[in-house]
């Protein structure tokens, strides 16, 4: 929570001075897709190990291969990564081809009677009906139905009332080990990630809206200023998280709006009784969830046209994903770009030219 409470309060302070602003600007595009990159396919590795073993989540440990059937088996996972990308495909953001008026313009033109014409517009309307489905809520309450068919005995652990909420005391050696342990490795991972890639990848998502660098870097900064003192976990917005909202059809705030409600509203409402729930939910089920999102995170970078492009993000994305640090990619990063330009430069007018034209021979 001290660690919280840091690095919220650093950026905090980047947001309003404007320095956030200036670091958004320094940092190339190509730098941020290689730490989206590496964030997708980290969260993406991690699902596929949620989904292929059994989970000791506390402890993040495998305990074995996860069993075909059950009800919390390969197979309802398999079923349920099946039945996302038939709703959602790769995530366009119009799904399938009904409303299309061209399609419709095509269909008519060959359409050969009014029998077939009225088999094309009911299968139209059931398209329609399918795209439209919520997937991730569906697959979501599937997942808590499952819990309490898994474990009867929830139910009786259930306790209405919120839980009580108190000002934490620190100590100085708490303070000192957030800072050190919690803020210094964090604060790099934070920027990118919480602040500059959910600027970046919400100006992908919606080009036609403008986005503020300085008021996500205080929001985040606000979040863990407040909550950590009475207990609560460190928060951030998130690059994973908002691809994992959009893949899943959340194209306004209203939805963020909506979800924030729902969760008061199960704090209020059940309080700690809340997590017992949420211990017992399938992680098969919550692996494939996470799959999507991580893949959709990873897709940003499919704009790195260039080979010089490409090649600093996939560096970045490598030392990233070996060295478990989004820090150290970031940094290897910034120097091989920084080379390359130099490069680039120097090719511009080589060195031996420099020289022959200084030299008096």
């Not at 989904?51 to 009800?71: A, E, I, Y």
């Not at 997942?143 to 009332?161: S, T």
């Not at 009580?164 to 050190?180: D, L, N, P, R, Y």
């Not at 080979?307 to 600093?312: I, R, T």
Request: hydrophobic residues 45%; charged residues 15%; aromatic residues 8%.
């Amino acid at each position: 929570m001290t660690a919280g409470i840091l690095t919220g309060g650093t950026l905090f302070v980047l947001g309003i001075t404007g320095l956030m602003q200036l670091v958004y600007k320094i940092i190339p595009l190509s730098v941020v897709r290689g730490i989206q990159l590496a964030q997708g396919l980290s969260f993406a590795l991690t699902a596929v190990k949620y989904v292929r073993n059994v989970q000791d989540l506390p402890k993040s440990k495998s305990l074995g291969q996860r069993p075909w059937f059950g009800l919390d088996g390969l197979v309802l996972a398999i079923v349920c990564a099946c039945f996302i990308v038939i709703v959602n495909g790769a995530g366009e953001k119009n799904r399938g081809c009904c409303g299309d008026p061209q399609s419709d313009d095509l269909d008519g033109q060959t359409q050969k009677s009014d029998n077939e014409s009225g088999r094309k517009s009911k299968m139209n309307r059931l398209r329609k009906i399918l795209f439209s489905l919520p997937s991730a809520l569906l697959v979501f309450v599937l997942g808590i139905v499952l819990v309490f068919i898994r474990k009867h005995e929830v139910i009786h652990e259930i306790k209405f009332g919120p839980s009580s909420i108190e000002v934490v005391k620190f100590t100085k050696h708490a303070w000192k080990k957030g800072f050190i342990k919690g803020a210094i490795p964090q604060l790099p991972l934070s920027v990118l990630n919480s602040v500059i890639a959910v600027c970046k990848l919400s100006t992908d998502l919606f080009p036609e809206k403008e986005f503020s660098v300085t008021s996500i870097s205080v929001t985040v900064g606000l979040m863990n200023l407040v909550g950590s003192w009475f207990g609560a976990m460190p928060t951030c917005h998130g690059a994973g998280g908002l691809a994992g909202q959009y893949k899943f059809g959340g194209r306004s705030g209203g939805c963020v709006a909506l979800l924030g409600v729902a969760k008061l509203v199960l704090g209020l409402v059940l309080g700690t009784s809340l997590a017992h729930i949420l211990k017992m939910f399938p992680v098969g089920i919550l692996g494939v969830l996470l799959l999507f999102a991580g893949i959709e995170l990873a897709m940003c970078a499919r704009d790195m046209n260039s080979k010089e492009d490409s090649f600093v993000a996939l560096i970045c994305t490598a030392v990233s994903l070996v060295g478990s640090s989004a820090a150290l990619g970031f940094l290897v990063g910034m120097i091989v770009y920084v080379i390359l330009k130099l490069r680039n430069w120097t090719t511009d007018k080589p060195l031996s030219c420099i020289w022959n034209q200084k030299s008096p021979n």
